[in-house]
């Protein structure tokens, strides 16, 4: 079945450090979603990626879409301690009979100290 | 206010006992899903229902059962079958099955058998 390998599993950095964590899928996908879920808290969604190449931002957060669709990274330029917490990817694949349910990556804590 | 609601937050049981953990939303989502969240695990895909009266099984769908009686209703009973029920459960749900749509989660259950 499909997977989604997510690294690095944990990041420790100083505030104002950047972060990157990258995802990378067995299949070719349709799309690829990112999600944020704080400490003790439930996943967020960020940013869904569907174009070979498509880059997005969101303020200081970079997503970026590798040219084969099997690939993912979330860039966070200058970070700050309220982005603590774990990131996740999330692909889903084209099947013949439509689309695949999510597979969620084993994600990436992150840990800013001020 | 929509949005997806599990009850009860934090949930004990004696080992043996089945369980049935509550997930209602408001939103007016045809898709709803169950995830499994263990530590350093990501999410697991255990359930999912497309539409009322219908449902699939996931990634690890042994020990637990699903209704999907009402739209905007999809309890989960953790059966006495499965092995490792303590774990964080996340209810979730969608517009629909298909591509390029966000997943909107509930604050989650933390069960825990002793």
């Known amino acids: 079945g499909q997977q989604v390998m997510q690294i690095p599993q944990y990041q420790h950095v100083q505030e104002g450090e950047d972060f990157t964590t990258y995802c990378n899928s067995s299949t070719t996908l349709s799309n690829i979603q990112w999600y944020k879920q704080r400490p003790g808290g439930h996943p967020v969604f960020l940013i869904q990626?569907?174009?070979?190449?498509e880059v997005k931002k969101q303020k200081r957060l970079t997503f970026q879409f590798g040219e084969a669709k099997k690939n993912s990274s979330l860039h966070i330029t200058a970070t700050q301690t309220t982005d603590v917490g774990t990131y996740f990817c999330?692909?889903?694949?084209?099947?013949?009979?439509?689309?695949?349910?999510?597979?969620f990556g084993k994600g990436t804590m992150l840990l800013v100290s001020p | 206010d929509g949005g997806i609601t599990q009850s009860p937050k934090y949930l004990f049981r004696k080992e043996g006992q089945n369980v049935t953990l509550s997930c209602e939303q408001n939103l007016n989502h045809d898709a709803m899903y169950w995830y499994r969240q263990d530590p350093g695990q990501g999410l697991r895909l255990i359930y999912y229902s497309q539409i009322v009266n219908d449902f699939q099984k996931g990634d690890i769908a042994e020990g637990y059962s699903v209704s999907r009686e009402k739209k905007e209703s999809f309890p989960l009973t953790v059966t006495s079958a499965q092995k490792n029920p303590t774990a964080f459960y996340l209810c979730a749900s969608s517009i629909g099955q298909g591509s390029y749509n966000e997943q909107f989660f509930g604050p989650g259950t933390r069960l825990t058998v002793l």
């Open positions: 999330a692909g889903q694949a084209i099947l013949n009979s439509g689309y695949s349910t999510l597979t």
């Open positions: 990626l569907v174009k070979s190449g």
